[in-house]
T-cell receptor
């Protein structure tokens, strides 16, 4: 069964500092990988996705993520964090076909200090 | 292009009642997914509908049910509400295709269900 691990429950960074959120997955085939962001009381907004090809993917709001098959990882990065980036971030792995669904990690809450 | 919409925004029910939540997918999307985000339990897959049929179901009791209408909108029904059903219910839609961009789920803002 597929699973996603986000080892960091809560991260605090200073505005302007770099950010890396970790995500590890367990899946028997080449995964479809996603990062979503959720502001308090809101739905999920897609930041970026990986299906195939270039292992470094660019997303919205200056985020990027790198797929590393050897490490089963899909870490999210941003070179300079803004106060508005404070939110909860979810990594997810997707099935295709008849079992289509997303399996989410437990999320990482990002706090940004000024 | 309008995104996924959900109604109502908030819903307050008492234990034992029934709740009905609604979702309208993005135009051109035929698949609708429901997820539950309960405190301490994370985001859990509930149901998947495509072309009016239930295609997959998560590990939830039968009192969680739903349907998809010919216009691809969807309803989630929760019968015999229990306190632990209090959660944010998220709907997502997807355009079925051969993979790639069509395998992306786009989420609505959610319905906050509170069971008293």
């Amino acid at each position: 069964a597929q699973s996603v691990t986000q080892p960091d429950i809560h991260i605090t960074v200073s505005e302007g500092a770099s950010l890396e959120l970790r995500c590890n997955y367990s899946y028997g085939a080449t995964p479809y990988l996603f990062w979503y962001v959720q502001s308090p009381g809101q739905g999920l907004q897609l930041l970026l996705k990986y299906f195939s090809g270039d292992t470094l993917v660019q997303g919205i709001k200056g985020f990027e993520a790198e797929f590393k098959r050897s490490q089963s990882s899909f870490n999210l990065r941003k070179p300079s964090v803004h106060w508005s980036d404070a939110a909860e971030y979810f990594c997810a792995v997707g099935y295709t076909g008849t079992a289509s669904k997303l399996t989410f990690g437990t999320g990482t809450r990002l706090q940004v200090t000024l | 292009e309008a995104g996924v919409t959900q109604s109502p925004t908030h819903l307050i029910k008492t234990r034992g009642q029934q709740a009905t939540l609604r979702c309208s997918p993005i135009s051109g999307h035929t698949s609708v997914y429901w997820y539950q985000q309960a405190l301490g339990l994370g985001l859990q897959f509930l149901l998947w509908y495509d072309e009016g049929e239930e295609r997959n179901r998560g590990n939830f009791p039968p009192r969680f049910s739903g349907r998809q209408f010919p216009n691809y909108s969807s309803e989630l029904n929760v019968n015999a509400l229990e306190l632990e059903d209090s959660a944010l219910y998220l709907c997502a839609s997807r355009r079925i295709g051969s993979g790639g961009a069509t395998d992306t789920q786009y989420f609505g803002p959610g319905t906050r269900l509170t069971v008293l």
